[in-house]
Each structure stands twice: as structure tokens, then as C-alpha cells.
Nanobody, 116 residues
């Protein structure tokens, strides 16, 4: 069974940066979208950023201009560069791959905490 593994979470001060990475445990064919979601305590999971197989990117309004998603279908990896982090960015971040079928894959989540 394919697993997505996220790395790069941690504790950072407001205004700082983190880079999250996601990699598949084995090859996935036919990926047409990669995305990052997040879920803060007491809130629903929300879409943060998404990139499709032609490179089109979409971002939540709250992260536009601060976060950048990148993806490599051939390597089955996706990154999320997060700059100018705010306390309200604190959440568990999940990567998500969607492939033709449809087949959908989720990571186990990585904690990002923005605090003094």
C-alpha cells in the first residue's frame, strides 16, 4: 500500500519560514493533482494549496503571497514553502495526491506551530 510521508514540520516564530516535503513510498502513476491541507484544533480540514498536472496553482486566500506549492509528478513529491508564518497558520498539515481512477492518497500529517 502506498503511503505519503510528510517531513519538515516544527516550531517556528512568527515571521519565520518552514518548508514541508511530501514523498510517496512507491511510484504512483497518473497523478493529476497534488495538494496540501491543514487542520487546526477545533476546525475543519481546509485546502491550503493545490497544483495540477499542467502546473496550475491555487491557494487559500489566507496564504496567498506567503506560501508556494511545487510538485514533481515523475518523482511523486510535493513541497510547500511557507514564509511570513503567522500564529493562525498553526495546524497539522497533510499532503494529498489524486490520481486517475480515481485514487486518492493522504499523508499522516505533520505539525506546524507558529509561536513565540
Amino acid at each position: 500500500q502506498v503511503q505519503l510521508v510528510e517531513t519538515g514540520g516544527g516550531l517556528v516564530q512568527p515571521g519565520g519560514s518552514l518548508r514541508l516535503s511530501c514523498a510517496a513510498s512507491r511510484s504512483i502513476n497518473g497523478i493529476y493533482a497534488m495538494a496540501w491541507y491543514r487542520q487546526a484544533p477545533g476546525k475543519q480540514r481546509e485546502l491550503v494549496a493545490r497544483i495540477d498536472d499542467i502546473g496550475e496553482r491555487n491557494y487559500a486566500d489566507s496564504v496567498k503571497g506567503r506560501f508556494t506549492i511545487s510538485g514533481d509528478n515523475a518523482k511523486n513529491t510535493a513541497d510547500l514553502q511557507m514564509n511570513q508564518l503567522k500564529p493562525e497558520d498553526t495546524a497539522v498539515y497533510y499532503c494529498n495526491f489524486v490520481a486517475w481512477g480515481p485514487r486518492e492518497y493522504w499523508g499522516q500529517g505533520t505539525q506546524v506551530t507558529v509561536s513565540q
